[in-house]
């Protein structure tokens, strides 16, 4: 719900959205009872079924770039902690431009790697194939032939936010230069595990998620309870 907050006024009403990565399908059920129409893909069959089950929503238990769908099929896709495991990130983004019209959206979201507020021990997690900042996503999406609307970070720095949008005259990705120039380092956070650790922040946050966790819980699963979002308005 958390994040219907933050994209209530991106999704525009009754949107066509297909969640890449769906996981157990609690994103695809907030979206469900926002109005809008959803569908997901969930390489994981267990994941799958269970969405399926528990909350009546549509998920093919595939590949996420396996889904065979015709062209302009959404008005929107998200991918919530999914880019940074893919081995070729730069070709999915490429490859969702062919599901949108022109003027279809794209939220990411992705672990921020420069984060003070995150455990040092666990910055590079051996399941991410990519370790994304602020300026990579920035470069990745640009390289897919994608117009940033967006690009924020959450209340604790953890995670990166990026709404794309496909553009209006589609044109081809720009190609990448064979001599670019060197880059900035990336990485510019002097984190450290005693910075982590005593840092009121990291206590604060974890009481924070504990608290939102139970309040989106008692909402998915009490019939009739109302998802503290959907006051929100939908905006242009």
Not at 43 to 49: A, L, N, T, V, W
Not at 161 to 171: E, N, Q, T, W, Y
Request: with cysteine.
């Amino acid at each position: 719900m958390y994040r219907l907050q933050r994209l209530a006024r991106r999704l525009p009403p009754a949107s066509q959205i297909l969640d890449v990565g769906s996981g157990s399908g609690e994103w695809l059920a907030v979206l469900q009872r926002a109005g809008h129409r959803v569908c997901g893909v969930e390489p994981d069959p267990f994941y799958g079924e269970f969405a399926r089950q528990r909350y009546a929503v549509q998920v093919e238990t595939k590949g996420i770039l396996d889904l065979a769908r015709p062209e302009n099929s959404f008005e929107v896709i998200t991918l919530f902690h999914v880019l940074e495991h893919l081995p070729d990130p730069l070709a999915a983004l490429q490859h969702f431009r062919e599901w949108l019209p022109p003027g279809g959206l794209l939220v990411i979201e992705v672990p921020n790697t420069n984060s003070v507020h995150q455990n040092p021990a666990g910055r590079f997690h051996p399941a991410h194939v990519i370790g994304f900042t602020k300026e990579s996503l920035q470069f990745a999406g640009a390289a897919g032939g994608w117009e940033q609307l967006e690009i924020s970070l959450d209340d604790y720095e953890r995670n990166l936010l990026a709404v794309f949008r496909k553009p209006l005259a589609d044109a081809p990705p720009p190609l990448l230069s064979a001599n670019p120039t060197k880059p900035e380092p990336l990485l510019t956070t002097q984190a450290t595990v005693a910075r982590y650790y005593f840092q009121l922040s990291t206590y604060n946050r974890f009481i924070a998620r504990m608290a939102q966790f139970a309040r989106e819980w008692l909402a998915l699963r009490l019939p009739g309870q109302p998802l503290p979002a959907l006051d929100q308005p939908n905006r242009p």
